[in-house]
């Protein structure tokens, strides 16, 4: 199976209230290198409690589809070129997802791609709160406010 889950928040991990800043998040990315790499940051930087990690996107469609609120992301750090389906046909079913769960969950579009189209397309997708170039570092998920 291409999912794992994590949930290992050390004390010294965690902010100042005591908590990791998000309860889970989501990593979408076909590279099982940057999937272990993000995993690992999310984890000892105190992002999140809980890490789902997907090398498909349409298994991670899958989950969200079947999943309780209570099991929803809030955040997806979701990669752009894939195969079978790409970061942008995700959110093409994504916006089919009801409601309440799209409006719960902030979707962070990872790439290294340069490319302008790229990032105009996703400016212009109301679902997409940041565009951030691979890799993922400390610096910047602790500048991330979504």
């Not at 309440?100 to 996703?122: G, H, P, W, Y």
Request: hydrophobic share 40%.
């Amino acid at each position: 199976m291409s999912s794992q889950t994590l949930s290992s928040t050390t004390p010294e991990q965690k902010n100042t209230n005591g908590k990791a800043r998000y309860h889970t998040v989501m990593l979408i990315d076909d590279n099982s290198l940057d999937n272990f790499i993000n995993k690992k940051l999310v984890e000892s930087n105190g992002f999140a409690e809980k890490a789902h990690v997907y090398q498909e996107a349409a298994e991670a469609l899958q989950f969200l589809k079947m999943a309780s609120s209570e099991a929803w992301p809030e955040v997806i750090f979701l990669d752009i070129m894939m195969p079978h389906m790409d970061g942008f046909q995700f959110l093409d079913e994504f916006q089919k997802l009801p409601e309440e769960q799209r409006m719960s969950i902030k979707v962070i579009m990872l790439s290294t791609s340069e490319s302008f189209k790229d990032l105009n397309r996703a400016n212009k997708n109301p679902y997409v709160r940041k565009f951030l170039n691979k890799p993922l570092s400390a610096q910047v998920l602790q500048a991330i406010h979504v």
